[in-house]
């Protein structure tokens, strides 16, 4: 038979190790392993010590196993919360360089090369979430033992998160539209004008004026994004 200090160490590790590998800390490849690992082990006695009482002994290394991948289930669900969250806010500093530069931005990961929007909503979105919202996942990622994340409140939180992210982009994207509007209009009013080199610098100086007459729309919108991923565990 297992003993129940170790079957809850394991159990509290296999958790907090998804949870730190499905975290959006960087890019990949720039973020060392090492990171992760460390975040995970610093991570693992707290979990295993939330969850001590409710924890058996396990009478076989085959229970242990399946124990522990429900546990890294659950810790990746979490985990996988902020990252969708994450990437909602860098799409939606994504579409807004779209809208810049009037042609549409390639794809690239959460935390990704992209434009001067894309690198600041990731930011903003970075300083939010590990400003406060990070310590309240990670506290439901310990202590969630009672309710479990299902696949209903990551779907529900993938929504709000699409919604708020189109929300924050639609007056760039609406400027661009408009912008294009007004080029074909003057290169039909002046056939010798050519409309293609009017409309970029037109949607430039209207997203400008979108984001600028918007305030604290887009900050707000990315700080919603983060804690709205942060009080995932209140919906379930």
């Known amino acids: 038979m297992i003993a129940q200090a170790s079957a809850e160490l394991a159990l509290g590790f296999a958790r907090t190790a998804a ?12 973020v060392p392993r090492i990171v992760r690992v460390v975040l995970a082990l610093s991570l693992a006695p707290v979990a295993a010590a939330a969850r001590a009482a409710d924890t058996p002994a396990l009478h076989d290394l085959s229970a242990l196993a399946v124990a522990a991948l429900g546990a890294a289930l659950q810790g990746a669900a979490v985990g996988l919360c902020a990252t969708i969250a994450a990437g909602a806010a860098a799409s939606a500093g994504g579409l807004i360089d779209s809208a810049l530069a009037s042609q549409p931005a390639p794809l690239r990961d959460v935390f990704g090369d992209s434009g001067p929007m894309g690198s600041l909503c990731s ?91 918007g305030g604290g729309a887009l900050p707000y919108a990315i700080a919603a994004m983060a804690w709205r991923a942060a009080f995932v565990g209140a919906t379930t």
């Open 19 to 30: 949870f730190a590998a499905a975290m959006p800390l960087g890019r990949t490849r720039a």
């Open 123 to 213: 930011s903003a979105f970075g300083w939010f979430f590990f400003g406060g919202a990070f310590d309240r996942l990670a506290y439901f990622c310990i202590a969630m033992d009672h309710h479990p994340l299902g696949v209903l409140a990551i779907a529900a939180l993938a929504g709000a998160c699409i919604q708020t992210a189109l929300a924050a982009a639609g007056p760039a994207i609406a400027a661009q539209a408009f912008a294009a509007v007004v080029a074909a209009g003057i290169a039909r009013m002046a056939p010798r004008v050519n409309g293609l080199f009017l409309g970029a610098p037109i949607a430039a100086l209207l997203v400008i004026a979108s984001l600028l007459g």
